[in-house]
């Protein structure tokens, strides 16, 4: 436990003043169905710092996108995937440690081809240190909408309102989770990998493999 606490505040040293001498980095996701390419936003230092780093380690190379659910969302970053045989179940890997969470409404939230941190359900909302997804979503309405900011305690901007009902998102997950990107290009591959065969835990029949991630400063 203590070996764990130290590795934590070390990350969180090395994070911090991220946002203030870094841009916006790029990453292309190439994957067994084609590109992805998210920005990663700066002014959500922890997250954007620590997926860039395993990005540039090439901690992601070869996982598996292991949990896709049509008009929801796609999950990868599991380090069990990479020799997971089929029909395995996946999810709890991880690597030692968290991030806290860093929510930033309104400024983003999780509208379709955000790219946002899993977690599991600790009370802190802490995210995986290396499980993310991209929302495919849906559409909402403004009744919906007004429900969830009942249920959340926060308000959403006209911008927002206007691309939830629109472009669509999973704007039930704003506040729960972090939001720390988005696509940019290639959200046509994302839905394609949503709408793949899967079976009753959300994995694909066939795998769908991330061959590498490379960050790009555009």
Known sequence: MKKLILSTFIILISFSGFAKKNKNKFVEIETSMGMIKVEVYADVPQHAANFLKLA????YDSLLFHRII??????????????AVMGQML?????????????????YYHKKGALAAARDN???KASSGCQF????????????????ENRGGF???????????????????????????????GQEVVDAISNAPRNPSDRPNENIRILSMKVKKK
């Open 56 to 59: 540039n380690e090439g901690f």
């Open 70 to 83: 049509p008009s929801f969302m796609i999950q990868g970053g599991d380090p069990d995937s990479k020799d």
């Open 91 to 107: 999810g709890n890997g991880d690597v030692g440690y968290k991030v806290p969470a860093e929510f930033m409404l309104p400024k």
């Open 122 to 124: 600790n009370p802190e």
């Open 133 to 148: 997804y991209i929302v495919v979503g849906k559409q909402f309405t403004d009744n919906d909408l007004d429900m969830m």
């Open 155 to 185: 308000k959403y901007s006209e911008q927002a309102r206007t691309e939830y009902k629109t472009i669509g998102g999973t704007p039930h997950l704003d506040g729960a989770y972090t939001v720390y990107g988005q696509v940019v290009k």
